[in-house]
């Protein structure tokens, strides 16, 4: 139906949205991308060899993705064809897939896009193994998700991953110069709502020219928006962020880092990104705790109690006074001194404990409440440490067959720094009295 519309030439007068009408009709056109469709990008040389295997195309919204696949179809000669892993179960792929044969059957090859790729389940994936190896189709799967994550291994050893960029603002600029020109008028903005308006598109194209479109109608006759009159009228579009999924990763774990590595300007924006799109306090709350711990440890013994008190605030006082509880335990986790000694002490406790066996303790430390055990030894020669000088006796407390081990190394920072201290008095006295 599409193509007979087409054909009459009614499609033209038909209302398209301004997205769809900026559509780039060569990839040279495609902002943003230049290290896949410059003259030396990725895709680029693709096409330069003249062979196109299978693709997934992996990055943000709005970023080119689509346009990206229409425009290789077009490259190759191949016949694109659409589908959404959303709406498409087993039975529409193999309605796809026999279309596709009958096209290579009178020498037409296919190129078939598949939207939101990783939406398709493991046996959905399957599927395309045997159409992808003899050539049936060219897959070009477009996902918002990591692959390595969202899809199977036996597809992504036969596809090339491609990672399209969030636009930045000079690609967002063009992008709305481009818009200006389709449109034959300006924005109705001042210079610092038109920054404005690059800012809220948060890397996304096609959110741009929305927000763009929406002005237009929006705005009188000779009228021109502020950057405070912008916001009221589009209202704030929301991050790009899925609090199951990349962008909920990927910006706990720049907190989580930009802590251990002491910048609490960096933690803070973090922090500010993921509270901004309503992530949950209470699992902000969990991570910073670990950051207290397996970061900080004994170097800073109160990072642990500032943490636990921030979360008992913000149960008390909410949202939004109770944020600032937690933005103070995460600017003094940043600046607190760092030592990982008791984490790595205990994952090294930990294997000897899984792989040494069952050992039996040194029978001087064992318990004799029977006169059975009191004869094998158990209790014997054992040194009540209060009663020694120094409070300190010097024995030995791992399992004879195993000897003394060492876990712990405090670093020569903070409060480990006199436990460091501590340890080393002791090490001394044991090898006193021990000669």
Avoid at 124 to 141: A, H, K, N, R
Avoid at 189 to 212: F, H, N, P, Q, W
Avoid at 334 to 346: E, I, Q, R, V
């Amino acid at each position: 139906m599409t193509d007979l519309f087409a054909a009459a030439g009614l499609e033209k007068s038909a209302p398209r949205p301004l997205a769809d009408r900026l559509r780039p009709n060569r990839l040279s056109d495609v902002v943003g991308q230049d290290h896949l469709v410059g003259p030396d990008g990725a895709v680029t040389r693709m096409l330069r060899s003249g062979s196109l295997g299978s693709l997934i195309l992996w990055g943000p919204p709005g970023t080119g993705k689509t346009t990206v696949a229409r425009l290789l179809a077009r490259e190759t000669a191949l016949e694109f064809q659409q589908i959404s892993a959303n709406f498409s179960a087993i039975a529409d792929l193999k309605k796809v897939f026999e279309i596709a044969r009958a096209r290579r059957a009178i020498g037409t090859g296919t190129l078939l896009f598949v939207d939101e790729i990783h939406r398709f389940n493991r046996a959905q994936l399957d599927s395309f193994l045997p159409v992808m190896e003899d050539g049936t189709i060219v897959l070009v799967g477009a996902t918002t998700e990591n692959p390595s994550f969202e899809l199977n291994a036996a597809l992504l050893s036969r596809a090339h991953v491609l990672v399209f960029k969030p636009l930045d603002d000079e690609a967002i600029g063009r992008l709305v110069a481009r818009a200006e020109i389709e449109m034959g008028r300006p924005l109705p903005l001042d210079d610092e709502a038109r920054l404005s308006l690059i800012g809220m598109a948060d890397g996304d194209g096609r959110a741009a020219i929305t927000l763009a479109e929406d002005l237009w109608r929006a705005a009188g006759e000779g009228e021109t928006f502020t950057a405070a009159k912008l916001q009221e009228v589009v209202q704030r579009r929301a991050p790009i962020y899925d609090k199951g999924q990349d962008g909920h990763y990927n910006l706990i774990s720049a907190l989580h880092k930009s802590v251990r590595g002491s910048d609490p300007d960096a933690a803070l924006y973090y922090l500010a990104r993921m509270l901004d799109a309503g992530e949950s306090p209470l699992f902000l709350m969990r991570r910073i705790t670990r950051m207290a711990v397996e970061d900080i440890g004994l170097a800073d013994p109160q990072a642990l109690v500032v943490c636990n008190a921030a979360k008992e605030a913000y149960d008390f006082l909410g949202s939004p006074e109770g944020e600032l509880a937690i933005a103070e335990a995460v600017i003094y986790v940043a600046t607190a001194p760092k030592s990982n000694a008791a984490y790595t002490a205990l994952k090294a406790a930990m294997r000897l404990a899984k792989t040494g066996g069952s050992l039996m303790p040194p029978r001087h430390i064992l318990n004799a409440p029977t006169k059975l055990m009191q004869t094998e030894g158990y209790g014997a020669g054992y040194h009540y440490d209060h009663d020694e000088p120094d409070a300190f006796s010097g024995q030995d407390y791992f399992p004879e067959s195993l000897g003394r081990q060492t876990f712990y190394e405090p670093v020569e920072r903070g409060f480990e720094r006199e436990i460091r201290k501590r340890l080393d008095y002791w090490a001394k006295l044991r090898r006193e009295r021990a000669g």
